[in-house]
């Protein structure tokens, strides 16, 4: 499974999240983060391959 590594916009910390499509092409991406406990624009760093 492919699995991106995105920056919350909010607390700028990074954390990896497997995902099964691309999201590179998003610039503002909402989803759950684990550090601000709430859902927060992100911004994908980079895709990690496995
Ligand atoms: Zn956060």
Known sequence: MTKW???CKEC???WV???SF???K???FY???PY???NTFHEP???LED
């Open 5 to 7: 590594k995105l920056r």
């Open 12 to 14: 700028k910390n990074e």
């Open 17 to 19: 999240l497997p995902v």
């Open 22 to 24: 691309e999201i590179d």
């Open 26 to 28: 998003m610039k503002n």
């Open 31 to 33: 989803h759950y983060c």
């Open 36 to 38: 601000c406990k709430k």
């Open 45 to 47: 760093v980079k895709k």
